[in-house]
């Protein structure tokens, strides 16, 4: 299990166009070879934050300009899920083809089940969307019911939802069952569509899924024998950019714990994706790498979470 960190799409100082997205998905997959090399079947996670946010924002547009219908968070998770997925197919099927790799890449829109009693509905936090004066976002409130907190950095009121904990991966079998044929499957995207289960129906909320917890959910569920975090450093570091600063290079589920609980690592940054790495290898997982990309054609690559 991969799950691709936001710069597979996005990199610090770029638009975001559909050629700047394309090119930076094609190089994170060229950097999977390693993997594919050695007849890895894989199952890619990804994120959607900035794409989810620029839906949202020609959605509130379209609202304003020409009175359209501006759609929910699992709309627009679905939305960006599948704009993201073809992506990955068109980067994947790229890299296949220059190395000669027959294999087929297979994109799930997936829904991920979220307890209607999770404590974080209680208490959003997650921001998401347009800034507003307080007046507007005090309108929204109240036409719709959604909160609205001050950004702390002054820029205007946003809209905050819930990040509930993944519990159910819809058609998780299907995903196993397309891997272990030697299909690459890309599959909850953006942390999945969250949705709660009632009467065995199921129903879109407003909620953001945390995309490493749903990638290790998924690796779990698929009995994945290893599972790499992606992002933007080689490894995970202690007082990073501080004096002490110091790589971790392999460390047991207690050592991680024990660094989460002495806040070595941020929120909303590394802290997410150490306690992703923790979840796969206490459920079953050999062990959980969080590393940058580009190193993963080098053995012992990144920092590694085991046993």
């Given at each position: 299990?991969?799950?691709?960190?936001?710069?597979?799409?996005?990199r610090?100082?770029?638009?975001?166009?559909?050629?700047?997205?394309?090119?930076?998905?094609?190089?994170?997959?060229?950097?999977?070879?390693?993997?594919?090399k050695?007849?890895?079947?894989?199952?890619?996670?990804?994120?959607?934050?900035?794409?989810?946010?620029?839906?949202?924002?020609?959605?509130?547009a379209?609202?304003?300009?020409?009175?359209?219908?501006?759609?929910?968070?699992?709309?627009?998770?679905?939305?960006?899920?599948?704009?993201?997925?073809?992506?990955?197919?068109?980067?994947?099927?790229?890299?296949?083809?220059?190395?000669?790799?027959?294999?087929?890449?297979?994109?799930?829109?997936?829904?991920?089940?979220?307890?209607?009693?999770d404590?974080?509905?209680?208490?959003?936090?997650?921001?998401?969307g347009?800034?507003?004066?307080?007046?507007?976002?005090?309108?929204?409130?109240?036409?719709?019911?959604?909160?609205?907190?001050?950004?702390?950095?002054?820029?205007?009121?946003?809209?905050?939802?819930?990040?509930?904990?993944?519990?159910?991966?819809?058609?998780?079998?299907?995903?196993?069952?397309?891997?272990?044929?030697?299909?690459?499957?890309?599959?909850?995207?953006?942390?999945?569509?969250?949705?709660?289960?009632?009467?065995?129906?199921?129903?879109?909320?407003?909620?953001?899924?945390?995309?490493?917890?749903?990638?290790?959910?998924?690796?779990?569920?698929?009995?994945?024998?290893?599972?790499?975090?992606?992002?933007?450093?080689?490894?995970v570091?202690?007082?990073?950019?501080?004096?002490?600063?110091?790589?971790?290079?392999?460390?047991?589920?207690?050592?991680?714990?024990?660094?989460?609980?002495?806040?070595?690592?941020?929120?909303?940054?590394?802290?997410?994706?150490?306690?992703?790495?923790?979840?796969?290898?206490?459920?079953?997982?050999?062990?959980?790498?969080?590393?940058?990309?580009?190193?993963?054609?080098?053995?012992?690559?990144?920092?590694?979470?085991?046993r």
């Amino acid at each position: 299990m991969v799950a691709f960190g936001g710069n597979a799409l996005l990199r610090s100082g770029q638009k975001g166009t559909y050629q700047e997205q394309l090119a930076n998905v094609e190089q994170t997959c060229e950097q999977l070879y390693p993997l594919l090399k050695r007849g890895y079947n894989i199952v890619i996670g990804h994120g959607n934050g900035p794409q989810v946010g620029n839906v949202m924002l020609q959605h509130e547009a379209g609202r304003k300009l020409f009175n359209v219908q501006a759609m929910p968070m699992d709309f627009c998770g679905a939305e960006t899920q599948g704009s993201i997925a073809y992506l990955i197919e068109q980067g994947m099927n790229r890299v296949m083809v220059r190395h000669g790799i027959e294999r087929r890449v297979v994109s799930l829109v997936t829904q991920v089940v979220v307890g209607a009693d999770d404590p974080m509905f209680a208490n959003p936090t997650k921001p998401v969307g347009p800034y507003y004066p307080k007046e507007e976002a005090e309108r929204l409130h109240a036409e719709t019911g959604a909160i609205y907190r001050e950004d702390p950095k002054g820029n205007g009121w946003r809209k905050v939802v819930a990040s509930p904990k993944p519990l159910k991966i819809n058609n998780i079998d299907i995903v196993k069952q397309l891997a272990d044929a030697g299909n690459v499957v890309v599959t909850v995207g953006g942390g999945g569509i969250p949705v709660v289960e009632k009467d065995g129906l199921l129903s879109g909320v407003e909620a953001v899924i945390d995309k490493d917890l749903a990638s290790a959910l998924c690796a779990t569920l698929i009995g994945a024998d290893e599972f790499y975090i992606l992002t933007d450093v080689p490894k995970v570091y202690l007082n990073f950019r501080k004096p002490g600063e110091r790589a971790l290079d392999v460390i047991t589920v207690a050592e991680a714990k024990q660094y989460l609980a002495e806040g070595h690592f941020t929120e909303g940054s590394m802290a997410p994706k150490v306690r992703a790495g923790i979840l796969f290898v206490e459920n079953g997982g050999k062990e959980s790498v969080i590393t940058e990309a580009g190193q993963l054609s080098g053995e012992g690559c990144g920092t590694r979470i085991i046993r």
